[in-house]
């Protein structure tokens, strides 16, 4: 297959390790230190143009890029799942340009690059999770222009976004967003947490992993340090809650775990199952046998 | 420069050993206090320790002026950094993106640094201050993003310049999120105080 | 029972295979050369190279090889290429007014120093279709070259008609740079990221990148109302320019190549202000290769996007700047339109399980209502 045969050579013809140069790491770099620093905050970057189209992880594969160390190990998901197309392809994309490890034992990663999703699996101080985000502005639908919203960050005048809450709960009854649902960051900045379901929301809350989050095409990088206050944002008597599934996952039993409902046939008959592809199959081979696992599970 | 005649060693490996010394700076500043040693630093020039020339190294070029203090451009320490970096120096401290300093001389300028705008807090400078010692269990407390519960520290400076970083720092706090980001490098260590972290003696 | 999705990877190799089948097509009919696309899709290659924003006639005929014809992806191809490509610096400002041109035309006056030049125009042919073309005969090539005018003798370089005017002030100075200037202070859209408001050297650079179709559809706007700015097209001139360079190892200019480009100069009415007397303003294009619908669009909404400086209303869309050039890169465009073909089953899950419980909860409020 010719096409493999020429990007497995790609470091040979003379791109550098992960792909970018290293004037590009150090711009990245930077914005990733003063990212951290001012928590929640988008700090501009000179977004590169990728191998890649916009919109499918250009922001979250040029952090990743620029963080990767051939110690690394690698996990790259997609809507919860390793096998997803896309997830695949970046993946792929740093074994050609990095020779880098790469695993779907999330415990096992030190980077996990993702879109959509946060892995059930409590992460660690070790690991660094990596965010492909879209639209990193919280209030961009609220209000589209660049030059009105900074000002808005800048006076942490977020009346906008409580306008837009207080109408959804006076029309619907309830606060009517169910992913990148906004989170406020160090009790400063409003924060898009990328399209993550509200269901993810409470893992990003003192999480002791670092959350770095990269909009290419945006141009904007923003993080979030271990420990560290994220809050959904809500309403006293209107609390923030998750979203509830009746049922558990079909194939491992998990009751607290994000659902993909999946329709099994022309009828629309359908099940529901694991979102969160590895976590599932851990579970399911746990109780196949190896039930040392499935007890360090429930621990959390 | 004709060369690398006279030119100090950089990184052995500028792309495998920039990245892990990024990925130090990134663990510290993460995890303000907490000291990390870098494990490829390069040698030191001068009066720069190699933590203080690894920061410069990893996040330096063209794009971002220089403030090094007086007693830190000696032994040609800024021709090896116009060399091995290509940054730009400046003689003016509030415009520099990266100031290097020295805690015993250096925190009446460390004052001057620029702190950004409140539009755009990410100009402020990342200074880099150069103490005798650190250790993790000083006279220094540290609560603030990045840290579960809180972090001890200590630099080795007397309680004089401590008591003056406290109050330079503790304005640069109230700023937030205006302000500079700090890091603090002691032979091959490198700690941050980022501009969240509260500082307060015991 | 349900398995989860498996094998995502072999489905990624696959359709790679099958996109190269479908490219090549009918293998009885011969393959087109690189070559072949260079010199007889030239207007393809001219934009493919404008939008990549990088002068290389070959790359960018190779790329619209690889991206099948599709014009949008051959840019997308070459962007990404350039962005790897080492940079040696800014050249001098390229000097158009040194431009023999092979085309050369100017709607303001009947008559113009130099003359008016159709060149290799479009204009006035009528739109049927030839289909002698079909009959792919070389005779009939070789009656086209032999019956081909004979590129005009050399003369000194006709002037701007603009520059004629502002000399006697009836329209505003070109801000362009003075010869000899260096652009350092140029900004780099590729290098930096777009911060607002932009001047109008970052807005020119937008632009240029632009996608032709989103600014003729915002030039076109200009002229019916949205933004109306009375332009005239002052000068379209297309031809060769000099390329120089100044090494640092040198310290003076060295010329290091020709690029063709088309420029167009439209000039607009001005009514004046408190301020400043009445006086011809003016709106620039500028494009690689000879893409003249291209640099027009340009030139009306670089003339649009200035409305402030004059002190005019600017509500229209082609005015505002924000919206212009947050839009124009159909790179970054395409990518995030074509996203949505990718999974977003989690997000559309979390609205399922919304709506769900808000029909259920609206289902009870009308039974309670009933009781």
């Known amino acids: 297959m010719t096409m493999a045969a020429s990007q497995e050579t790609l470091v040979d013809e003379g791109y550098n390790f992960a792909y970018l140069d290293e004037q590009t790491k150090r711009m990245i770099r930077r914005a990733l230190l003063k990212a951290i620093a001012i928590p929640g905050y988008q700090v501009p970057f000179a977004s590169r143009e990728m191998p890649m189209p916009y919109g499918w992880g250009t922001g979250g594969v040029q952090v990743t890029a620029a963080i990767l160390s051939p110690d690394d190990r690698l996990k790259v998901i997609d809507q919860g799942s390793d096998d997803t197309t896309n997830a695949v392809s970046i993946r792929k994309f740093f074994q050609k340009t990095a020779d880098v490890a790469t695993t779907e034992r999330t415990e096992d990663a030190t980077i996990i690059q993702t879109r959509h999703r946060i892995p059930e699996t409590p992460l660690s101080e070790d690991q660094i999770l990596v965010y492909q985000v879209p639209i990193p502005e919280p209030l961009r639908f609220l209000e589209p222009r660049e030059t009105e919203t900074r000002q808005m960050h800048a006076m942490s005048d977020y009346g906008v976004m409580h306008v837009k809450l207080y109408e959804d709960i006076a029309r619907h009854g309830r606060i009517v967003t169910s992913y990148d649902y906004p989170v406020l960051v160090n009790g400063r900045y409003v924060t898009a947490p990328s399209p993550t379901p509200k269901f993810d929301n409470p893992k990003m809350d003192s999480c002791p992993a670092l959350q770095l989050f990269g909009a290419g095409r945006e141009k904007r990088i923003y993080a979030i340090p271990p420990h560290t206050t994220v809050k959904s944002l809500d309403f006293e008597d209107h609390p923030f809650e998750v979203q509830r599934w009746d049922q558990a996952c079909a194939l491992c039993g998990a009751e607290h775990a994000f659902l993909d409902e999946v329709l099994v046939n022309d009828q629309g008959e359908r099940m529901f199952v694991c979102s969160d592809s590895d976590f599932c199959a851990q579970r399911r081979a746990a109780q196949n046998g190896d039930t040392s696992e499935l007890e360090a599970r429930d621990d959390r | ?202 | 029972m349900y398995v989860a999705v498996k094998g995502g990877e072999a489905a990624i190799s696959a359709a790679h295979d099958l996109l190269a089948r479908d490219r090549r097509g009918d293998t009885s009919v011969a393959e087109l050369s690189v070559a072949q696309i260079r010199e007889q899709l030239k207007l393809a290659v001219d934009r493919v190279m404008t939008e990549g924003s990088l002068y290389d006639r070959d790359l960018a005929a190779l790329a619209i090889k690889q991206a099948r014809g599709d014009l949008i992806e051959a840019i997308f191809l070459v962007r990404a290429y350039r962005t790897t490509l080492p940079r040696f610096g800014p050249s001098l400002p390229v000097d158009t007014g040194q431009i023999q041109p092979d085309r050369r035309i100017s709607a303001i006056f009947k008559d113009i120093p130099g003359g008016q030049l159709l060149g290799p125009t479009f204009d006035y042919t009528h739109r049927l279709i030839d289909f002698t073309l079909a009959a792919e005969s070389e005779d009939q090539e070789e009656t086209v070259l032999a019956d081909s005018p004979d590129a005009p003798a050399a003369e000194d370089p006709p002037p701007h008609i603009l520059g004629i005017l502002s000399g006697e002030g009836l329209v505003e100075k070109s801000e362009v740079p003075a010869k000899g200037d260096t652009m350092e202070a140029a900004p780099d859209l590729t290098r930096d990221p777009l911060n607002f408001p932009a001047n109008r050297p970052l807005r020119l650079q937008n632009l240029a990148r632009g996608d032709e179709g989103f600014l003729l559809a915002m030039g076109y706007s200009t002229q019916r109302g949205y933004g109306r700015n009375h332009p005239f097209a002052g000068e379209i001139r297309l031809g060769k320019v000099a390329v120089s360079f100044v090494p640092e190892e040198l310290g003076f200019p060295v010329e290091i190549g020709e690029v063709e480009v088309t420029e167009c100069d439209m000039v607009n009415q001005f009514k004046g202000s408190a301020t400043q007397p009445p006086q011809f303003t003016r709106g620039y294009g500028l494009t690689f290769g000879h893409c003249e619908r291209k640099a027009m669009s340009m030139a009306l909404v670089d003339r649009a996007l200035r409305a402030e400086t004059y002190g005019e209303a600017s509500d229209a869309p082609a005015q505002d700047e924000e919206f212009v050039l947050s839009h124009s890169d159909n790179v970054q465009a395409t990518g995030f339109v074509e996203h949505l073909k990718l999974p977003h089953y989690v997000d559309f899950q979390s609205e399922l399980e919304m709506v769900r419980r808000m029909r259920l909860k609206a289902q009870e409020n009308t039974a309670e209502a009933a009781e």
């Not at chain 2, 050993?17 to 500043?29: E, H, K, P, S, V």
């Not at chain 2, 030191?44 to 320790?49: E, H």
């Not at chain 2, 990410?122 to 269990?137: E, K, N, Y």
């Open chain 2, 1 to 202: 420069m004709n060369g690398t005649g006279g030119i100090v060693r950089a990184f052995d490996d500028p792309v495998v050993d920039g990245t892990l010394a990024f990925r130090g700076l990134m663990q510290a500043q993460a995890n303000p206090g907490r000291i990390v040693t870098l494990s490829r630093p390069p040698g030191g020039i001068g009066g720069l320790c190699p933590a203080a020339f690894a920061v410069l190294l990893t996040l330096c070029d063209s794009g971002t002026p220089l403030y090094l203090e007086p007693s830190l451009t000696s032994d040609g320490a800024a021709d090896h950094l116009r060399f091995h970096a290509g940054c730009p120096l400046t003689e003016d401290p509030s415009k520099g993106h990266f100031v290097v300093l020295n805690a015993e001389t250096g925190l009446a300028i460390l004052a001057r640094v620029t702190r950004g705008t409140a539009d755009y807090p990410d100009r402020g400078a990342t200074a880099i201050l150069q103490v005798p010692a650190m250790s993790p269990q000083g006279p220094l407390t540290l609560t603030g993003p990045g840290i579960e519960t809180s972090r001890r520290l200590g630099l080795g400076i007397d309680a004089q310049a401590t008591a003056a970083l406290l109050e330079i720092l503790g304005e640069n706090h109230a700023l937030f999120p205006m302000g500079f980001d700090l890091f603090l490098a002691c032979g091959r260590d490198i700690a941050a105080l980022p501009r969240t972290t509260k500082v307060e003696l015991n």
